[in-house]
């Protein structure tokens, strides 16, 4: 068997006196270095809150909502499927008896509790009324104490779809 | 006060300045110039009643928090004292470096010579090996001293990085020595003012190149600067060396390490590149035609004024408009503006009244400290450059450099260098 000889890469003595190698990564970084102090404005940096992110697709989950009849009645009629799909157990629902004569149930209260929430989305998808959305856009949520986190039926009936996505 | 007392207090202000204040400079610079190369924008939104400096304020808001923070040390550690002690070697033998580096010739005033030095000896080269090779103890004692396997095996690798290094750089000065023919660095500076050829300022790193790259490549090993930054490699083991420091300690270990790269920038300057001279303007002329130069430099600042607040006036905006920080070009403007026309008229001034021998010997030394500043910022900043650009040595790559390249090329060059020497004796 006859034995074959492969050239190896990185044997000349350019590539053994690393400096030329160094000297053409000096190079670019320069450039980067160069373009930005010469510019500034090139940096993709976002400057967070004075500049909001514009990526933000429809199929991001942000906060819920929940969502209103076309009577602005809620359309939610607490049939726990959301808060038994939750695997965080972040959803409260209780339920009683509905008097406009759309349903039979509907929710007294239900919260959602955003710190332990994980934003799996599952809860939307478990819904059979199109009730709880999560169209919402709304990325950061702030809160002094533990309980401003813990949003009741108000705060999510009044959530709007973001203006940013587009209708269809 | 005597003059001798003035200009030695002026050199260990410039010292000072250099070795210290000058920590939270580079912190902000590095981080600056990391993030303009990896195309991010580093800190820049640190204020002080709007003023950011570019970010610059970020530095000291760090630094106070250092001050402030508490000083916490493990009580697994039995020998307080000595891991008291190591940051505390570690900033002064960099500080000290710094002591025979000289920032202008020698001034001549009223007949009488003083050396610009912050201690006026003529060790030189000597003392700078003598320091660098201490400050490495500081990391030893440092890492020993914490009884952590981290620290350990970091000032482990710092100590068989400086031994390997050193030998090194001991003989690339060596035939440096040889070149200049002293030990007394502003020789050595006086020596690189000369022209080769007629034509090519003699700077060590023309006349000595290879001594140059080997003095170049060990000082970063030296400063424990990537791409020789084993001795912290944060990948392997945590933060090395000052594993178990934080507070003030570590700070000072942080400042120590940039008096070093700072410390080593000045000896690179004055031993490589010329030290305070200005290429193919020797000293005489500017003493002879003082004049010219005042009106020159007049006219130059307010140039540079201009082109630096177009820059500012670019580059330095803030989107919203009711932060006090929108409103931070228009002051620095202002500033930048009212500073150079009064350095120009200044200069003027001087230009009209006239100076004595004394003067022009004081301007002179001014002008040399400038430009030994403008060098020394131009170093500091090849440093920073070079470990944004460069990836750490593996540990036997650092070894096969040290032992099997640097240590034969530098006996190599001295050999050469004697020869040269020797024949041009002749």
């Known amino acids: 068997m006859g034995i074959k000889r492969i050239k190896r890469d990185q044997h000349s003595i350019k590539d053994k006196l690393y400096l030329p190698a ?9 450039k ?64 009683i008896e509905r008097t406009d004569g759309q349903d ?52 999510l009936l009044n959530n709007i779809r973001s203006k940013d996505f587009d209708d269809k | ?57 970020q530095s000291l808001a760090d630094m106070l928090k250092l001050f402030f923070k508490e000083d916490f040390l493990p009580s697994h550690i039995k020998y307080k004292f ?9 900033f002064f033998c960099s500080f000290l470096t710094f002591a025979v580096i000289p920032f202008a010739n020698d001034i001549i005033i009223d007949g009488k010579s003083y050396m610009m030095q912050a201690i006026p000896t003529k060790l030189g080269i000597l003392w700078f090996l003598a320091f660098a090779g201490i400050t490495v103890y500081g ?33 690339s000065i060596i035939s440096m020595v040889i070149t200049y023919g002293s030990i007394h660095l502003n020789d ?22 290879i001594a140059a790259i080997i003095f170049i490549i060990t000082a970063f090993a030296e400063a424990n600067r990537a791409p020789f930054d084993i001795a912290e490699g944060e990948s392997e083991i945590v933060a090395g060396y000052h594993t178990e420091y934080s507070a003030m300690r570590f700070g000072l270990f942080q400042v120590g390490e940039y008096a070093a790269m700072s410390a080593l920038s000045a000896i690179i300057v ?38 630096l607040t177009k820059w500012i006036k670019r580059n330095n905006n803030w989107i919203d408009k009711n932060d006090p920080r929108s409103k931070e070009t228009k002051k620095l403007v202002k500033f930048f503006w009212i500073t150079s026309i009064l350095i120009s008229s200044l200069l003027i001034l001087l230009f009209i009244i006239g100076l004595s021998t004394n003067g022009i010997n004081i301007l002179t030394a001014i002008i040399q400290i400038t430009v030994f500043l403008i060098k020394f910022f131009l170093v500091t900043l090849f440093f920073i450059w070079i470990r944004w650009t460069l990836l750490r040595f593996r540990y036997d790559q650092l070894q096969m450099l040290g032992w099997k390249i640097l240590l034969p090329l530098s006996i190599l060059n001295i050999f050469i260098t004697s020869l040269i020497v020797v024949i041009k004796g002749l």
């Not at chain 2, 005042?294 to 201009?306: R, S, T």
């Open chain 1, 22 to 30: 160094i000297a053409t990564g000096m190079i670019t970084t320069f």
């Open chain 2, 1 to 57: 006060m005597s003059t001798s007392t003035i200009i030695i207090s002026i050199n260990i202000f410039l010292v000072v300045l250099l070795a210290v204040g000058i920590a939270p400079i580079l912190i902000w610079w590095e981080r600056r110039v990391a993030g303009f190369i990896q195309d991010r924008t580093g800190p820049n939104r640190c204020n002080i009643g709007g003023i950011r400096l570019g970010g610059l304020i």
């Open chain 2, 82 to 90: 000595f891991f008291t002690l190591a940051p505390i070697l570690v």
């Open chain 2, 139 to 171: 990391i030893i004692l440092g890492g020993y001293a914490s009884a952590n396997k981290y620290a350990l095996l970091g000032s482990i690798r710092a100590s068989a990085q400086v031994v390997s290094y050193e030998a090194a750089m001991g003989l």
């Open chain 2, 270 to 307: 004055t031993i490589l590149l010329g030290g305070y001279t200005i290429p193919f303007i020797p000293q005489d002329t500017i003493q002879s035609n003082i004049y010219i130069v005042l009106f020159i430099v007049a006219i130059i600042v307010p140039i540079k004024a201009f082109f």
């Open chain 1, 104 to 155: 039979e149930k509907m929710p007294k209260k239900f919260s959602i509790d955003l710190l332990e929430c994980i934003y799996c989305g599952y809860c939307v998808e478990a819904c059979p009324c199109d009730a709880i959305r999560m169209d919402t856009g709304i990325f950061s949520f702030i809160g002094d104490k533990r309980e401003d986190f813990i949003v009741d039926k108000d705060y």
């Open chain 2, 188 to 209: 050595m500076v006086i020596y690189q003012d000369s022209l080769i050829f007629g034509f090519i300022p003699a700077w060590g790193i023309i006349i000595q190149p």
């Open chain 1, 32 to 95: 980067h270095f160069f373009k930005n102090l010469k510019n500034t404005s090139n940096i993709k940096t976002l400057q967070y809150p004075e500049e909001q992110p514009t990526d933000i697709t429809d199929k991001y989950r942000g906060v819920h909502r929940l969502t209103k009849r076309e009577d602005e009645s809620i359309k939610c009629v607490a049939c726990y499927m959301c808060s038994t799909a939750c695997p965080a157990d972040c959803i409260d629902i209780e339920a």
